[in-house]
Nanobody, 123 residues
């Protein structure tokens, strides 16, 4: 069993900053890509940013230059630093990880989601 636990959401004024954190725990052999997605009311879940185990990153155009994703492979954590926040960034943010779980030779390849953390940006 693998779990992702997020923290760091909250209410912030436009132009402000927040930092989201996510920690993976459980029977983890390794983690490939980790990322953040978000879902605004009435909209589909969308990619915000991902980071591979080697450190390469990918960002949605809407957050480029404002958000920074980082990870600590030793701690199985991923963070999202969000600066210059806008009201349109308001959403529930979900952590995601593609995990190799279990022990040799019985590995399982899992896609795991966190429970979500609400970010509200007021104008």
């Amino acid at each position: 069993q693998v779990q992702l636990v997020e923290s760091g959401g909250g209410l912030v004024q436009a132009g402000g900053s927040l930092r989201l954190s996510c920690a993976a725990s459980g029977s983890i052999f390794g983690i490939n890509t980790m990322g953040w997605y978000r879902q605004a009311p009435g909209k589909q879940r969308e990619l915000v940013a991902t980071i591979a185990s080697g450190g390469s990153t990918n960002y949605a155009d809407s957050v480029k230059g404002r958000f920074t994703i980082s990870r600590d492979n030793a701690k199985n954590t991923v963070d999202l630093q969000m600066n210059s926040l806008k009201p349109e960034d308001t959403a529930v943010y979900y952590c995601n990880a593609r995990v190799v779980a279990g022990h040799s030779p019985n590995y399982k390849y899992l896609e795991v989601w966190g429970q979500g953390t609400l970010v509200t940006v007021s104008s």
